[in-house]
């Protein structure tokens, strides 16, 4: 199995630093998981794309990021970590010290003046905390035990968040005015409307990249029945 590799460090169920030994298996992890690890189908973390944020999705107001490419998930501190043995469920705290978005924003609006245009966007975010709740269950097969990620509840902060749309003079006083009256003037609103998006889709993706690593292991290969 590929736990003989040596970037690949077990931790025994009953381990009474069980907490410390997963933050240091991730951290032995974390630089191979960024570039990818193809004997287990996990396809590199940076860049990370998501096809479509949603900001806004009414009749009056259709605003999109689509085709986000985002840098710097791999520049992080991991500031807390506990996981339920028996319950399964993980607690995490971390701190991405800068992350960049680049994108395509897809804005068709009718406030005021109709203002439809597409264009390229780039959003520069310093110090973003995330907070997850992990569960994971069991499942047999072939009578052994294997574990899956089957829900993630992710909590971004996003307050240092600055952006930049590719707009001539004119286009970007317009959009200024839309947005502010769209939004209002407090930037936090358009902060608000991004953020249920992006944790969603972020959420999807760690699902599917945590799982096509752990279905390879069974219960007993990830965290054996020792301290």
Do not use: W
């Not at 710097?72 to 010290?97: A, E, P, V, Y």
């Amino acid at each position: 199995m590929f736990f003989t590799a040596s970037y690949i460090q077990v931790c025994g169920r009953r381990d009474p630093n069980l907490d410390k030994c997963i933050i240091n298996s991730i951290d032995n992890l974390k630089d191979r998981i960024c570039k990818g690890i193809p004997e287990l189908d996990s396809p590199p973390l940076v860049p990370f794309i998501i096809k479509q944020i949603t900001i806004s999705d009414t009749d009056n107001a259709k605003l999109y990021l689509k085709d986000a490419v985002i840098t710097g998930l791999c520049d992080f501190d991991l500031n807390f970590l506990h996981m339920d043995i028996d319950t399964l469920h993980f607690n995490l705290d971390l701190l991405f010290k800068h992350v960049h978005l680049n994108g395509t924003y897809d804005f068709d609006i009718k406030v005021l003046v109709p203002f439809v245009h597409k264009g390229p966007v780039h959003f520069i975010i310093d110090k973003v905390g995330a907070k997850a709740e992990i569960d994971m269950k069991l499942v047999t097969r072939n009578d052994k035990k294997y574990v899956y990620l089957s829900k993630i509840n992710l909590k971004l902060d996003l307050r240092n968040l600055s952006y930049n749309f590719d707009l001539n003079e004119n286009q970007s006083a317009q959009l200024n005015e839309i947005i502010s009256n769209f939004f209002g003037s407090n930037e936090e609103e358009f902060v608000n409307r991004v953020t249920p998006s992006i944790e969603t889709e972020f959420s999807k993706q760690i699902l599917v990249l945590a799982n096509n690593i752990v279905k390879r292991f069974t219960f007993d290969e990830l965290f054996p029945d020792r301290t």
